[in-house]
């Protein structure tokens, strides 16, 4: 069964650095994009930062200069280092990857289960 594993989180002060990972645990053929997205309670679900197998990223506004995702194709795996974070930062992030499981099947939508980020000010 294919689950996406989450570590890194927590809290931490005003003006200080988080690094979220995200890998993918299971057998697959392709991990088309992963990403993270996060939520405040009570708010939709929005988006921070994605990035494709071929390297195309796509940030939030509200965390571009600050925020930075990478990923190890070899380990399909997805990184976030999130620097200069603020107290607005604050919510649970969740990784997303879109995933072709096998060379026939289409792409599918997962969710890991979400880390707490806490920002004090």
């Known amino acids: 069964q294919v689950q996406l594993v989450e570590s890194g989180g927590g809290l931490v002060q005003a003006g200080g650095s988080l690094r979220l990972s995200c890998a993918v645990s299971g057998s697959i053929f392709a991990s088309v994009t992963m990403g993270w997205y996060r939520q405040v309670s009570g708010k939709p679900r929005e988006l921070v930062a994605t990035?494709?197998?071929?390297?195309?990223?796509n940030y939030s506004d509200s965390v571009k200069g600050r925020f930075t995702i990478s990923r190890d194709n070899s380990k399909n795996t997805a990184y976030l280092q999130m620097d200069g974070l603020k107290p607005e930062d604050t919510a649970v992030y969740y990784c997303?990857?879109?995933?072709?499981?096998?060379?026939?099947?289409?792409?599918?939508?997962?969710w890991g289960p979400g880390s707490q980020v806490t920002v004090s000010s």
């Open positions: 990035k494709t197998r071929d390297g195309f990223t």
């Open positions: 997303n990857a879109r995933l072709q499981l096998s060379r026939t099947t289409g792409i599918a939508n997962y």
